[in-house]
């Protein structure tokens, strides 16, 4: 029986979000994707696609997939890929396809120049994490993943905003604004804040802790 390993098309988003969906049920976190189909077209397939998929069809039929997009290491001076999602339906598993997936992923790292491969596995799926320590992947236990997401991520970017208007960097009509970039430049964070900042190192970004939690070992 032949499986097959190949990059997603625009035709495939409505497939992807079936996958992410199912990943989400084995998460034990059913009612957290909001993503649509929309989204994942404008985002993958759009002319500034923010990540890369990678679909398995195992005797014609989908049977999972990776998805995946760019990270870049300040101390190594080179790009990286963060693996956000990593599934394999249930049907399919212990046929190798996760780890095809994997070597897939690896292989699209190695020739875009990235220096390591990262991703992020639940703590009860010790199955997978098994599998990752048996291939090498080392585990980065004394990390801690760090998320700002929804009205707490909007505050930080209003005081951000308000600081912008409040120095003079409100645009008249027809100009553009100052980019926060900008805005940092000339005028800094506040009071202690920069300490803290600059004391923090972080880790890639990420959404769900999903990527191998769907995956049991191939």
């Excluded at 080179?78 to 997936?101: K, M, N, S, T």
């Excluded at 090498?136 to 929804?150: I, Q, T």
């Amino acid at each position: 029986m032949r499986t097959t390993i190949r990059s997603a098309t625009a035709a495939d988003v409505a497939q992807i979000l079936i996958f992410i969906r199912a990943l989400a049920v084995y998460e034990r976190a059913p009612d957290a994707v909001t993503a649509t189909e929309e989204r994942l077209l404008r985002d993958g397939f759009g002319p500034r696609p923010f990540y890369r998929c990678l679909m398995a069809e195992h005797e014609g039929k989908p049977a999972g997939f990776a998805f995946y997009f760019f990270n870049y290491s300040t101390w190594k001076g080179r790009p990286g890929i963060y693996l956000e999602d990593l599934f394999v339906e249930p049907a399919f598993r212990g046929l190798g396809i996760g780890r095809a997936l994997l070597e897939a992923v690896a292989a699209d790292a190695l020739q875009e120049g990235c220096d390591r491969l990262q991703w992020e596995v639940l703590d009860w799926n010790t199955q997978a994490i098994d599998f990752y320590r048996a291939m090498g992947a080392e585990f980065l236990d004394e990390w801690r993943n760090v998320r700002l997401e929804g009205e707490a991520l909007a505050r930080l970017a209003r005081r951000t905003r308000a600081q912008a208007i409040g120095d003079g960097d409100a645009a008249a009509p027809g100009e553009s604004r100052a980019s926060p970039a900008h805005t940092f430049a000339r005028h800094g964070f506040a009071g202690g804040e920069a300490e803290d900042a600059d004391a923090q190192r972080s880790v890639p970004p990420s959404g769900e802790p999903s990527v191998p939690a769907g995956e049991s070992a191939p």
